[in-house]
């Protein structure tokens, strides 16, 4: 089968993340919004059935993600995360029932293509199953206090593109961890077991930036224009969690001429990311 249940699992993956997304973000929009970082906005939101539904989503976004994880390579299936966004106004339109304009189809068919184009080009390969704890911690400390600069400096501001920007690439951050950590879990859990998985430091690693990328994605919707913070995060997660499968899982993607390629494929996934965002952003 190849890479062809990977990519399967990551697709139903990102299909159940846009789901969430949509939901949680209704939701966020109707509790009170906060200038400074407030755990109780999750207290607030735990009151709203949409915002449950969303968590639901989230958590079947999550075995599809770590079914994707346990049999393709990091690099593979968290890019394949860009399409949340396309996908999010897609289920948006039909819960709202209306058409979407010519211009976002186009926009949709951009990303589509060039994520088609970087990854066909890239041919990630490798699934590396387990990475000692000597080359996590450089990692982990690097992405920690990359996390709490950008939400420092995202919380500071008031609500805004900076704000949402910030809090946008510090969600991506988060998140791209929560895979790289969760892909050597769900490898231990179908290797040695479920006692071992409730024993690996990974497993409690990757739940804890699971629920750090959570909360601060509550508070980027809440903290600006969706043509802010959905690129930081469609695009930061995406490039953090290849270079995590390159540096961290030694997977391989090609090189020499190929690169030529990928950066096309690239630039119109950012190009239509970007173009989405900005049109979401204008219909709000």
């Not at 892909?183 to 231990?188: D, F, G, P, Q, S």
Request: proline share 5%; glycine share 10%.
């Amino acid at each position: 089968m190849g890479l062809v249940l990977p990519t399967l699992f990551a697709l139903l993956a990102a299909g159940s993340n846009a789901l969430a997304t949509v939901l949680q973000r209704r939701a966020a929009l109707t509790v009170p919004q906060s200038r400074g970082f407030r755990p109780g906005l999750v207290l607030d939101l735990l009151r709203r059935p949409v915002w449950l539904a969303g968590i639901l989503a989230v958590i079947a976004a999550g075995v599809w993600q770590a079914a994707a994880l346990a049999t393709g390579p990091l690099s593979l299936v968290q890019p394949l995360f860009v399409l949340e966004l396309p996908l999010a106004l897609l289920l948006a339109s039909l819960l709202q029932r209306q058409r979407l304009p010519g211009t976002m189809v186009l926009n949709v068919s951009v990303v589509v293509a060039g994520l088609g184009l970087a990854l066909m080009s890239a041919s990630p390969d490798g699934n590396r199953t387990h990475v000692s704890l000597d080359r996590w911690l450089p990692v982990l400390a690097g992405s920690a206090g990359a996390v709490l600069l950008l939400a420092v400096a995202g919380l500071r501001r008031p609500p805004g593109r900076a704000r949402a920007g910030c809090l946008g690439a510090a969600t991506a951050i988060c998140f791209a961890l929560t895979a790289g950590l969760m892909k050597t879990a769900v490898h231990i859990l179908t290797d040695d077991g479920i006692t071992d998985f409730f024993t690996a430091w990974q497993t409690y690693a990757f739940g804890a930036t699971g629920v750090c990328a959570m909360l601060i994605l509550e508070h980027a919707m809440q903290g600006g224009p969706l043509v802010a913070s959905q690129p930081a995060l469609t695009l930061g997660d995406a490039t953090v969690s290849l270079l995590l499968g390159v540096l961290v899982y030694e997977e391989h993607v090609r090189a020499g001429w190929w690169v030529l390629p990928e950066l096309l494929g690239v630039g119109l996934v950012a190009a239509g990311v970007f173009a989405l965002a900005r049109g979401e952003a204008g219909s709000a």
